[in-house]
């Protein structure tokens, strides 16, 4: 499985130390040391308004922080040139919008906008590297759709195509099955692993799925209250006593008989009196 694999050497190292972040005087993330395994698929899990998507903005230089740093291959993301960082790195914002009438082709080619210049405009590469996305999320056919004709999924499908235009070494989502039924949710993930196997990508992803997030990444980052609680492969980290600390959630964790990753089973106040030997035998 994924979690048993390797880290990858190549490719640069995110990592963040001290964070404290905030909006104007809310205070959302504090004291925060992060680092993101090369090579590897990291999924970030926790309750609403832990502070997930604001860590995963900071790591995009799109929120600066109160106090801290964040690091890209050792050098500060707020020292170094947009056009460079957004070479290295690329987001996937919840719920994107696309101009009106904008088609998949156009959106996948604007992610090709930060390797170009005023003396190097639209080149082969480019053209090729849109080809290639657009393969690579089997979106070839629909190329000169309108995305906002698309389906969900499609959509999904075309701003990762976009971000895989990009080029980017390391790939932040947030929230990239959000909206989506669950085959167009498993199309995602199992597109982002054929990314990060295929390509090598370093990809973290913001997940509110936990037995998606044990299936499809190497690496869980478990959250609460603006705090890391927990990270390390999915069998270290979701574990019946942290679901409940991390989500106030009483769960029985087993295996899951397709991946062998852990499995949570959610126990509701109706089912409180159910047979615990059965439960137990879950993770037998």
């Known amino acids: 499985m994924?979690?048993?694999?390797e880290a990858s050497s190549t490719g640069p190292e995110l990592r963040a130390e001290g964070l404290r972040l905030a909006y104007d005087d809310r205070v959302v993330v504090e004291d925060l040391d992060v680092l993101i395994p090369t090579g590897r698929v990291t999924a970030i899990v926790g309750a609403n308004a832990c502070g997930k998507?604001?860590?995963?903005?900071?790591?995009?230089?799109?929120?600066?922080?109160?106090?801290?740093?964040?690091?890209?291959?050792?050098?500060?993301?707020?020292?170094?040139?947009?056009?460079?960082?957004?070479?290295?790195?690329?987001?996937?914002?919840?719920?994107?919008?696309?101009?009106?009438?904008?088609t998949v082709i156009d959106l996948?080619?604007?992610?090709?906008?930060?390797?170009?210049?005023?003396?190097?405009?639209?080149?082969?590469?480019?053209?090729?590297?849109?080809?290639?996305?657009?393969?690579?999320?089997?979106m070839t056919d629909l190329a000169h759709r309108a995305v906002d004709e698309l389906s969900g999924g499609q959509r999904q499908r075309a701003w990762i195509a976009m971000a895989v235009a990009q080029g980017t070494p390391v790939m932040l989502l947030d929230e990239p099955t959000t909206y989506?039924?669950?085959?167009?949710?498993?199309?995602?993930?199992?597109?982002?692993?054929?990314?990060n196997r295929q390509q090598g990508r370093t990809v973290v992803m913001v997940l509110h799925d936990l037995n998606q997030a044990c299936r499809y990444a190497d690496h869980v980052i478990a959250m609460k209250a603006g705090r890391i609680v927990g990270e390390g492969a999915p069998a270290e980290v979701v574990t019946a006593a942290t679901v409940e600390d991390v989500f106030g959630l009483r769960c029985v964790?087993?295996?899951?008989?397709?991946s062998r990753t852990p499995m949570v089973v959610p126990i509701g106040r109706h089912h409180e009196g159910a047979d615990q030997s059965e439960a137990r035998s879950l993770s037998t």
Do not use: C, F, N, Y
């Not at 056009?83 to 904008?102: C, D, F, K, V, Y």
């Not at 992610?111 to 690579?136: K, M």
């Not at 989506?180 to 990314?195: G, K, M, R």
């Open 2 to 5: 994924s979690s048993q694999r």
């Open 53 to 102: 998507s604001t860590l995963l903005r900071a790591l995009a230089r799109l929120l600066t922080p109160k106090a801290g740093t964040v690091h890209l291959d050792g050098r500060s993301v707020h020292s170094m040139p947009t056009r460079l960082l957004a070479q290295q790195l690329g987001i996937l914002p919840q719920s994107p919008l696309a101009p009106e009438g904008l």
């Open 108 to 138: 996948v080619g604007r992610g090709r906008s930060p390797h170009q210049t005023w003396w190097r405009q639209w080149s082969s590469a480019d053209e090729e590297a849109v080809r290639e996305a657009l393969r690579a999320t089997a």
């Open 180 to 195: 989506l039924d669950l085959a167009h949710q498993i199309d995602v993930l199992d597109l982002i692993t054929d990314l």
């Open 253 to 258: 964790v087993g295996e899951d008989p397709v």
